[in-house]
């Protein structure tokens, strides 16, 4: 999986972008409170869409074999995560549960939370994010089967439109053995419940 490219323009056209916007509110990018706000708004662009400069791929490439033959679940829950819909440009402020089912090779735990933060930060659907996270550790690791449940608040329905706060949105893919067995399904989202497995 690439990189995204993009033809990216200079951080004075990002700066003319954000006094244009300002001055569309309705107020003055002149005034000593938003004087500098087109530079913060640009160095803040440039870390929460900071994961369109790195390849999610690439943090799963180091795997390791040595675990005691163990072949089980490997869950990491609860990744908390913050990113930006695709339609407003607003937060979507969730957690991300993810599982595997390895065949031979584990990835270090802290690379699937990478691997979140990386897609989180783009622009995104959450059904998108939820099939991209899946989808790149399948092919990365091919495992014998993936799980993705993503929860998450949307500022979209929360700030504007239906000004509904606090309502949640659930979005789950599943690869390989989960996919075809339902069992494992269940077995993943009850684990991630807190329940046995």
């Not at 004075?12 to 300002?22: D, N, Q, S």
């Not at 913060?40 to 033959?69: I, Q, S």
């Not at 599943?174 to 993943?188: L, M, N, S």
Request: glycine share 10%; with cysteine.
């Amino acid at each position: 999986m690439e990189k995204p490219v993009t033809d990216r323009p200079s951080e004075a056209e990002v700066e003319a972008a954000v006094r244009t916007l300002l001055r569309w509110t309705g107020d003055n990018p002149d005034r000593e409170g938003l004087i500098d706000t087109p530079k913060r708004v640009a160095k803040a662009f440039r870390e929460m869409f900071g994961g369109y400069d790195m390849c999610p791929a690439e943090e799963l490439g180091r795997t390791f074999e040595e675990v005691a033959g163990y072949d089980d679940l490997v869950i990491v829950k609860d990744i908390h995560f913050h990113s930006h819909c695709e339609h407003h440009m607003v937060p979507i402020i969730g957690k991300a549960h993810v599982g595997y089912l390895p065949d031979g090779k584990v990835v270090g735990l802290s690379k699937i939370a990478r691997v979140v933060d990386i897609f989180a930060h783009r622009l995104q659907t959450q059904e998108a994010l939820t099939a991209q996270i899946a989808g790149v550790i399948q092919d990365v690791l091919n495992p014998r089967g993936v799980a993705v449940m993503i929860e998450a608040e949307h500022m979209c329905m929360a700030m504007r439109g239906i000004r509904k706060q606090g309502s949640t949105t659930l979005t789950s893919t599943f690869t390989g053995v989960f996919k075809d067995t339902p069992e494992e399904q269940v077995r993943f989202v009850t684990m991630v419940r807190g329940g046995g497995a």
